[in-house]
């Protein structure tokens, strides 16, 4: 199979979309401006010139527009930069993409994609370092995707851009140069699949973007302590695949989350929430969750890769529970 | 305007009038709750600008929404029901006041939200310009909406996207001498005015007398056909003359249940609101229109009349007769399924 870059198997899915649909249109962002995949970024602009609009700085305006376009059948990719940026945007997110369908009691539908770029990115200081998963997870009626690797990066934004709901793509700054191996041609991932990125017995580590990464990682640290850990990739956060997440439980008994967001109400809460609920009796050590630490993220270097959740400290707590 | 178009518009008109008279009826009644918006006294402005709409054209309401959506062509039984909160109303009871809309008449989603319906129009300008459907949005908004960054954005993008979309606002907001005497204003603008941002972002922008029928359909006619032409923004800032009704936090129906024919009988208008009946309420000024330019006779604004209390009468009690959704119902339509 051949190895791909993240934002160039990005860029393959929107022009895959762009040239199937021709009711997709592209706010030209930083979605385009990653690097990679300029074959695709180069027809998007020649042969989808029509559907291509160049955005001033009015993420809240544009985030409303994608939505009632999207109510008459538009289906507008709006990538909005630095996730920090969509909180201009929120109200129009919330409360009327997030609303239409619910609020029409099934009669319209509002598909935008509204794209962005979260978490510690390396100098994003306090403004521009957002994780805003967890925030979005109390809004009803939006799909979240956070995907961890190129394929899943495709095939997600696939789906993202065919959905009837408007949908918030996550990705990582760190994931966009990174490459891995990508299937030939059209596919789509289902959102509410999780994937087991590897299979273990000991202890299940659940995490959603670059956290997959960290995750992974540490696994092999903690193979070499004969430590097997099981890494639950979520790749959608809405809809929430719970079984993947209770059946690994079940295989393992112990449950680390690593997440970006402050622990407080987080991805990682609400993951050990469901299972305290539904497989507590699943657990033979209280589960541990892995969080940015609750502060804002600051400029400094030292200070930045101290506050997030990295490959050392989730180990340290698989670890910890299987002592 | 031929007879034909007044005699359409007029019957709009009245029909509006009588169904915020049962909304307040309801609240009085304390059918339903919280706080809510009336068009009367605005009528004149959004049964005029609906009559040079088509089946492709969207248009986006506010909180002040039950006129446009009635102008528009609703069935007042499912809006009224709405009101409600019922089952049969338009958005199932999960709308209410706040949110009366109906995808089927091209008024897809009512944002409740100030100025959240201004980018909304310029979406459906956006959809209409991929589609290359001919339609144009239309946003019918107030004054207030000025305050909001969003509003800005939406002018500046809709000029340099060129977006077909009609942005209407109707200024309602009261003068200084209201003001002082205590009334809400609807608006906290240095000028009390909204038409010189869209001009210096140089959109085409137009002022009308929003209680006068004839001139806002004359303009907004000829706006509309401009818009589809060429395919850009147009901004019209429709000045109306508030509804005394409006001044404070909750309508009251301080100038009674509307009588036609103070029409042609002004033996009945004195008191604080004689001004109101004799110049400004846009029923009884264009019922005056319709009878002096021999559209219609008095006994043709009665037959009017008579034909909109019917019809809202029968909306009356199919909105007390329609049940509530079932709590049952509450978890449908949150995400919507398939491709």
Same mark, same amino acid.
């Given at each position: 199979?051949?190895?791909?870059?993240?934002?160039?198997?990005?860029?393959?899915?929107?022009?895959?979309?762009?040239?199937?649909?021709?009711?997709?249109?592209?706010?030209?962002?930083?979605?385009?401006?990653?690097?990679?995949?300029?074959?695709?970024?180069?027809?998007?602009?020649?042969?989808?010139?029509?559907?291509?609009?160049?955005?001033?700085?009015?993420?809240?305006?544009?985030?409303?527009?994608?939505?009632?376009?999207?109510?008459?059948?538009?289906?507008?990719?709006?990538?909005?930069?630095?996730?920090?940026?969509?909180?201009?945007?929120?109200?129009?997110?919330?409360?009327?993409?997030?609303?239409?369908?619910?609020?029409?009691?099934?009669?319209?539908?509002?598909?935008?994609?509204?794209?962005?770029?979260?978490?510690?990115?390396?100098?994003?200081?306090?403004?521009?370092?957002?994780?805003?998963?967890?925030? +979005?997870?109390?809004?009803?009626?939006?799909?979240?995707?956070?995907?961890?690797?190129?394929?899943?990066?495709?095939?997600?934004?696939?789906?993202?851009?065919?959905?009837?709901?408007?949908?918030?793509?996550?990705?990582?700054?760190?994931?966009?140069?990174?490459?891995?191996?990508?299937?030939?041609?059209?596919?789509?991932?289902?959102?509410?699949?999780?994937?087991?990125?590897?299979?273990?017995?000991?202890?299940?580590?659940?995490?959603?973007?670059?956290?997959?990464?960290?995750?992974?990682?540490?696994?092999?640290?903690?193979?070499?302590?004969?430590?097997?850990?099981?890494?639950?990739?979520?790749?959608? +956060?809405?809809?929430?695949?719970?079984?993947?997440?209770?059946?690994?439980?079940?295989?393992?008994?112990? +449950?680390?989350?690593?997440?970006?967001?402050?622990?407080?109400?987080?991805?990682?809460?609400?993951?050990?929430?469901?299972?305290?609920?539904?497989?507590?009796?699943? +657990?033979?050590?209280?589960?541990?969750?892995?969080?940015?630490?609750?502060?804002?993220?600051?400029?400094?270097?030292?200070?930045?890769?101290?506050?997030?959740?990295?490959?050392?400290?989730?180990?340290?707590?698989?670890?910890?529970?299987?002592? | 305007?031929?007879?034909?178009?007044?005699?359409?518009?007029?019957?709009?008109?009245?029909?509006?009038?009588?169904?915020?008279?049962?909304?307040?009826?309801?609240?009085?009644?304390?059918?339903?709750?919280?706080?809510?918006?009336?068009?009367?006294?605005?009528?004149?402005?959004?049964?005029?600008?609906?009559?040079?709409?088509?089946?492709?054209?969207?248009?986006?309401?506010?909180?002040?929404?039950?006129?446009?959506?009635?102008?528009?062509?609703?069935?007042?039984?499912?809006?009224?029901?709405?009101?409600?909160?019922?089952?049969?109303?338009?958005?199932?009871?999960?709308?209410?006041?706040?949110?009366?809309?109906?995808?089927?008449?091209?008024?897809?989603?009512?944002?409740?939200?100030?100025?959240?319906?201004?980018?909304?129009?310029?979406?459906?300008?956006?959809?209409?310009?991929? %589609?290359?459907?001919?339609?144009?949005?239309?946003?019918?908004?107030?004054?207030?909406?000025?305050?909001?960054?969003?509003?800005?954005?939406?002018?500046?993008?809709?000029?340099?996207?060129?977006?077909?979309?009609?942005?209407?606002?109707?200024?309602?907001?009261?003068? $200084?001498?209201?003001?002082?005497?205590?009334?809400?204003?609807?608006?906290?603008?240095?000028?009390?005015?909204?038409?010189?941002?869209?001009? $210096?972002?140089?959109?085409?922008?137009?002022?009308?007398?929003?209680?006068?029928?004839?001139?806002?359909?004359?303009?907004?006619?000829?706006?509309?056909?401009?818009?589809?032409?060429?395919?850009?923004?147009?901004?019209?800032?429709?000045?109306?003359?508030?509804?005394?009704?409006?001044?404070?936090?909750?309508?009251?129906?301080?100038?009674?249940?509307?009588?036609?024919?103070?029409?042609?009988?002004?033996?009945?208008?004195?008191?604080?609101?004689?001004?109101?009946?004799?110049?400004?309420?846009?029923?009884?000024?264009?019922?005056?229109?319709?009878?002096?330019?021999?559209?219609?006779?008095?006994?043709?604004?009665? %037959?009017?009349?008579?034909?909109?209390?019917?019809?809202?009468? $029968?909306?009356?009690?199919? %909105?007390?007769?329609?049940?509530?959704?079932?709590?049952?119902?509450?978890?449908?339509?949150?995400?919507?399924?398939?491709?």
């Amino acid at each position: 199979m051949r190895t791909i870059s993240y934002a160039e198997a990005l860029a393959e899915a929107v022009c895959e979309c762009m040239a199937e649909d021709s009711k997709v249109a592209l706010v030209w962002g930083s979605l385009m401006g990653v690097g990679g995949g300029n074959e695709h970024v180069n027809r998007i602009k020649t042969e989808f010139a029509d559907r291509i609009f160049h955005p001033p700085i009015s993420e809240a305006a544009i985030a409303a527009i994608a939505t009632g376009a999207a109510m008459d059948g538009v289906r507008m990719i709006f990538p909005m930069g630095t996730a920090s940026f969509m909180f201009r945007a929120w109200d129009q997110i919330v409360h009327e993409a997030g609303a239409a369908h619910y609020m029409s009691n099934g009669r319209v539908t509002a598909p935008v994609v509204f794209h962005v770029v979260h978490g510690l990115r390396g100098g994003g200081s306090v403004q521009h370092s957002q994780s805003p998963q967890a925030m +979005l997870w109390n809004a009803p009626g939006i799909e979240i995707a956070l995907p961890s690797c190129p394929a899943d990066a495709k095939g997600l934004m696939r789906t993202a851009i065919r959905s009837k709901n408007p949908t918030v793509f996550i990705d990582h700054q760190k994931l966009n140069r990174r490459t891995g191996e990508v299937p030939e041609g059209p596919y789509d991932i289902p959102f509410g699949v999780a994937d087991i990125k590897r299979e273990g017995g000991d202890v299940t580590i659940v995490a959603a973007s670059l956290q997959v990464v960290h995750a992974l990682e540490a696994a092999e640290a903690l193979a070499g302590e004969g430590i097997e850990a099981e890494i639950v990739d979520l790749r959608s +956060l809405v809809p929430l695949d719970e079984d993947a997440v209770l059946k690994s439980v079940e295989k393992t008994g112990r +449950l680390v989350v690593a997440d970006e967001c402050p622990p407080r109400c987080s991805v990682a809460s609400e993951v050990i929430s469901v299972v305290a609920e539904k497989g507590m009796d699943l +657990l033979k050590a209280p589960p541990r969750r892995v969080n940015r630490l609750p502060v804002h993220v600051p400029s400094n270097k030292d200070l930045e890769d101290f506050i997030g959740p990295s490959p050392d400290r989730i180990a340290e707590a698989a670890r910890a529970l299987c002592r | 305007m031929s007879d034909k178009r007044s005699l359409d518009i007029f019957g709009r008109m009245i029909l509006i009038r009588r169904f915020e008279e049962a909304v307040y009826d309801f609240h009085q009644q304390k059918l339903f709750g919280g706080h809510y918006h009336l068009y009367i006294g605005q009528e004149a402005t959004g049964a005029a600008v609906m009559a040079s709409l088509g089946p492709d054209d969207r248009i986006f309401s506010t909180h002040r929404n039950h006129g446009h959506l009635i102008a528009r062509g609703a069935d007042p039984k499912a809006a009224l029901a709405e009101i409600l909160s019922r089952a049969d109303g338009t958005n199932g009871g999960r709308g209410g006041t706040f949110h009366l809309s109906d995808p089927s008449l091209g008024m897809p989603h009512t944002s409740a939200l100030v100025g959240g319906a201004v980018p909304l129009a310029a979406g459906a300008g956006f959809a209409a310009k991929i %589609a290359k459907s001919g339609g144009i949005g239309v946003s019918m908004f107030g004054d207030g909406c000025f305050e909001e960054g969003v509003v800005y954005e939406t002018l500046n993008l809709a000029r340099l996207w060129k977006l077909p979309v009609i942005f209407v606002c109707e200024n309602n907001t009261p003068g $200084a001498v209201l003001k002082s005497a205590g009334g809400n204003n609807t608006s906290n603008l240095p000028e009390g005015r909204v038409i010189a941002t869209p001009q $210096a972002l140089g959109i085409k922008s137009h002022e009308v007398d929003g209680g006068d029928v004839q001139a806002v359909d004359a303009l907004f006619s000829d706006c509309a056909e401009r818009c589809r032409k060429t395919g850009e923004p147009i901004f019209i800032e429709a000045l109306s003359e508030r509804w005394p009704g409006n001044y404070y936090s909750y309508p009251d129906m301080v100038t009674g249940k509307t009588d036609v024919s103070m029409a042609w009988d002004d033996s009945g208008m004195s008191g604080d609101h004689e001004a109101w009946f004799r110049e400004h309420d846009p029923v009884l000024r264009f019922a005056r229109t319709l009878i002096a330019d021999g559209a219609a006779t008095a006994d043709d604004v009665v %037959a009017m009349d008579r034909r909109a209390t019917e019809s809202i009468d $029968a909306a009356r009690e199919f %909105a007390l007769a329609s049940k509530p959704p079932g709590t049952q119902t509450v978890h449908a339509h949150v995400l919507a399924g398939g491709m």
